[in-house]
């Protein structure tokens, strides 16, 4: 028997949306996709998650669209997949939005308003949009299981993370290090890579910057620094003493410097001159095109 195909005189784009949508809907598509697939090897695959505290962007239906396909390439290779939702409810903007919405700081939390209070207009304004985000998942076509999300602050789901990390620690894969963690003084907590890049966290001023002198080691490396300084020695000066000028807006990280940068394209020069602090003569190095403004 020949199939008969519809013929479209116009390619309207909304309407075939709504189409697809409804016939997927209808025939539980997604559903079937994965009880089909009963017995055969698991593709496990967990959504994002994404915070509900504000509107889907079109950079979410760009990144859901990738997640969709490779769920779907591997429904198609013979896998079962399932596609657990979750919502993210952790999180220093979540905090600031409720703060700023209550016209509060840190500082209020447990005078101006108590801490039960204040988890609790968190816990609202976590899922303020969950509508929204369920509306455009299922208007893009996103195939994930919205009915039984995981949920970031329920305890099964804190609990779990806590249990993950006892059989990390128990099989020996746990080790502690040393690492330069951003932080906020006003926020009194730590902050991750996501919460650096949110609108307004980096803004230009003007500020103060200190120069420190960094002495030279001596070695075959660094020879030449030390016979140019001894060719032409003013009174008193101590001989074979060089130091590198380097510059930062952020003293308070030198005493975890581990080095100097350099740059390959800039010219440096050896400057003798006289120490503003000891006002002994002292060896310098230092960039030729910051001569007229350290001197």
Same mark, same amino acid.
């Given at each position: 028997? $020949?199939?008969?195909?519809?013929?479209?005189?116009?390619?309207?784009?909304?309407?075939?949306?709504?189409?697809?949508?409804?016939?997927?809907?209808?025939?539980?598509?997604?559903?079937?996709?994965? /009880? +089909? *697939?009963?017995?055969?090897?698991?593709?496990?695959?967990?959504?994002?998650?994404?915070?509900?505290?504000?509107?889907?962007?079109?950079?979410?239906?760009?990144?859901?669209?990738?997640?969709?396909?490779?769920? *779907?390439?591997?429904?198609?290779?013979?896998? %079962?997949?399932?596609?657990?939702?979750?919502?993210?409810?952790?999180?220093?903007?979540?905090? +600031?939005?409720?703060?700023?919405?209550?016209?509060?700081?840190?500082?209020?939390?447990?005078?101006?308003?108590?801490?039960?209070?204040?988890?609790?207009?968190? *816990?609202?304004?976590?899922?303020?949009?969950?509508?929204?985000?369920?509306?455009?998942?299922?208007?893009?076509?996103?195939?994930?299981?919205?009915?039984?999300?995981?949920?970031?602050?329920?305890?099964?789901?804190?609990?779990? +993370?806590?249990?993950?990390?006892?059989?990390?620690?128990?099989?020996?894969?746990?080790?502690?290090?040393?690492?330069? %963690?951003?932080?906020?003084? $006003? $926020?009194?907590?730590?902050?991750?890579?996501?919460?650096?890049? %949110?609108?307004?966290?980096?803004?230009?001023?003007?500020?103060?910057?200190?120069?420190?002198?960094?002495?030279?080691?001596?070695?075959?490396?660094?020879?030449?620094?030390?016979?140019? $300084?001894?060719?032409?020695?003013?009174?008193?000066?101590?001989?074979?003493?060089?130091?590198?000028?380097?510059?930062?807006?952020?003293?308070?990280?030198?005493?975890?410097?581990?080095?100097?940068?350099?740059?390959? /394209?800039?010219?440096?020069?050896?400057?003798?001159?006289?120490?503003?602090?000891?006002? +002994?003569?002292?060896?310098?190095?230092?960039?030729?095109?910051?001569?007229?403004?350290?001197?």
């Amino acid at each position: 028997m $020949a199939s008969k195909y519809r013929e479209f005189t116009g390619l309207n784009l909304p309407l075939i949306e709504s189409e697809v949508l409804a016939e997927w809907a209808q025939n539980q598509a997604f559903e079937k996709s994965v /009880n +089909l *697939r009963e017995g055969a090897p698991s593709f496990v695959f967990y959504e994002g998650p994404p915070s509900a505290n504000g509107m889907p962007g079109i950079h979410h239906v760009i990144s859901r669209t990738l997640k969709d396909l490779v769920c *779907r390439y591997k429904t198609m290779k013979g896998f %079962q997949v399932h596609r657990k939702g979750g919502w993210d409810t952790h999180g220093l903007p979540i905090e +600031l939005g409720v703060e700023k919405e209550l016209g509060i700081t840190k500082e209020d939390i447990g005078t101006k308003i108590s801490v039960e209070d204040y988890n609790k207009k968190c *816990r609202e304004a976590v899922l303020r949009y969950k509508d929204k985000w369920d509306e455009i998942t299922r208007k893009m076509g996103y195939w994930v299981d919205l009915n039984d999300p995981y949920i970031t602050f329920r305890n099964e789901y804190i609990e779990t +993370l806590w249990w993950l990390l006892s059989e990390l620690y128990q099989k020996g894969l746990l080790y502690e290090s040393v690492s330069i %963690q951003p932080y906020s003084p $006003a $926020a009194g907590t730590g902050l991750s890579s996501h919460e650096l890049n %949110q609108p307004g966290t980096y803004k230009d001023v003007k500020d103060t910057s200190a120069v420190a002198m960094f002495k030279a080691v001596r070695n075959e490396k660094s020879e030449f620094l030390f016979e140019a $300084a001894s060719a032409a020695p003013i009174a008193g000066e101590q001989e074979g003493e060089v130091f590198f000028m380097a510059w930062t807006t952020t003293p308070w990280t030198l005493p975890s410097n581990l080095g100097l940068t350099v740059g390959s /394209n800039i010219d440096y020069v050896l400057v003798k001159t006289f120490n503003p602090y000891t006002h +002994l003569p002292v060896n310098v190095v230092l960039a030729k095109a910051l001569i007229g403004k350290i001197f």
